[in-house]
């Protein structure tokens, strides 16, 4: 018989596979149930339209990952076992309606052209923003990445306080809080700048009047212009299938179409879990569950902290996002043909609209103008489509999980089973303003809706790509809950990571990472 093992995973979503990772490297033996039939979560590659036609079933971008902490300590035994990237130097642009675009390039200069030709005071803002990058970055960084406990974010104040004095460390604090546009209407006059990056905020829940939302599309539009973006050679699976192998190299083991349904403890002490089958699995560290905060709560039942369970209970999630997936004969022809060769071309043409969209979607209506993101890997990786050929990654933002009507008054359908055909065609229609002929040009298309996300990875609640509402109530010391940011739970030895869990959503393993380094001392 195998003999105990120290971690037992509950899903095999990248951070369970980071923190697994990390601790298979410290001599710890671990064991992963996902309940899907394979590993990934939401990083993960198939061909979902035609044969040969590679898509990301969700997450397409690796640049966190690509960045991350996770990355920098593992990345040789990483590439070892098939990691690969493909980075471009031409990470995203915006197409309006107008017929003009702003492109973010892998080049400060040509960057800086492209924003001097909308206005050249933001030009020379954007010069500035763009020198003081590296030190900036460092410092909002040091936030993002730190462990929320009280130890840490003390030192932390400390450091930052000792870095940036007490005006530079208020400035910070201001910054953290800030709206999209509350920081785009104070740093630049081009009502297509601000378009630009105020869409990057539209990747989580960030819409341009969300307080906190400021510093990702800062971190984006500068990141973007600084690094480029990394996708995965051959599929954004790459990442996370390497992680599979490096697991399963030093001795863990994966199992798939394994639902874990409950997790056992004793006198507030977790020992293992049961799965759906009935079968009985002990750990003797640590049961972690990467799984969404009200499933946590269902799996433990009652933990004897109500006040945990009610935070868990009433976690609040994001809008839902619908992906539509293309299997195409040629790049879409946009109305500026520059646009072909970046990663995501941003359909999301001002501000007001995206606000617009957004409430629409909280108010449970299928907006009248999504936010359109259009992914374009195989400009940066042609391995992923038939020679010649190419796919598109259609983002739909922001769509709800449960549909109460249409914004325009269009789609009587309130069931996503039957609003799915006629969404998408809206989606597509935007698209056509932008590309005329893409429609004819698509050879396969595979629609996902939001209860298709959430069916295939309960995490993905009503859609919600991030797993969570990143607003300053749910984000920082707030997530899930104060008290248990770090990935502790009322129970010992039962850790919740995750997106859910600070530093929230992404694929930077920020969560997994953490709790590795807590769990292991190092
Ligand atoms: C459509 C979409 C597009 C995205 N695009 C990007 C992008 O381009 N770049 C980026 O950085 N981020 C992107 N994200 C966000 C990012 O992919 C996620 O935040 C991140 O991958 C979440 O990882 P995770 O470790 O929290 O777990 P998840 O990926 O959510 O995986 C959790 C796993 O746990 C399993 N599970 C749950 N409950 C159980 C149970 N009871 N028993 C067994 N298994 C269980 C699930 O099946 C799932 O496999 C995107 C997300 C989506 C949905």
Redesign the pocket.
Known sequence: MDAEPDAIF???????LACACHLATRGWKVVI????AE?????KTGEYTLPGFRHDW????????AGSSFYSIHAEELIQHGLGFAPTESPFASVFPDGRWLGVSNDAALTTARVRGFSVTDAETWAELTADFPNRAKTILNVLEAPMNLIAITSLCWKTWRKVGTAGALGLAQFLMMSPRAWLDKTFESDHVKATLAAWGM?LDFAPDIAGGAVFPYLEGMAGQAFGMMLGRGGAATMTNAMVKMIEARGGTIHCN????EIEHVEGRAIGITLADGTVVRASKAVIA??APS?LVR?TGDTGDKRHTQAMQKFQHAPG?M?IHLAMDALPDWIAPELKCFAYVHMAPSMDQMARTYAQAKAGLLPDEPVIICGQPTVVDPSRAPKGKHVLWL?VRMAPGQIKGDAKGEIIATDWAEASEPFANRALDILERYAPGTRAKILGQHIVTPIM?ET?????VGGD???GSHHLHQHFMNRPAHGYADGTTPIKNLYH????VWPG????AG??TLLAKKLAGN
């Open positions: 509950i899903g095999a979503g990248h951070n369970s149930y996902e309940q899907n590993p990934g979560g939401a990083v969700a997450a397409m971008n690796l640049s966190l990952f990747h394994a639902t874990v349904a990467n799984v499933a799996l996002t992906m983002q996300l295939d990875n309960p995490n993905l790509q991030v797993c990571t995750g997106a859910a959503g992404g694929t930077g969560p997994g």
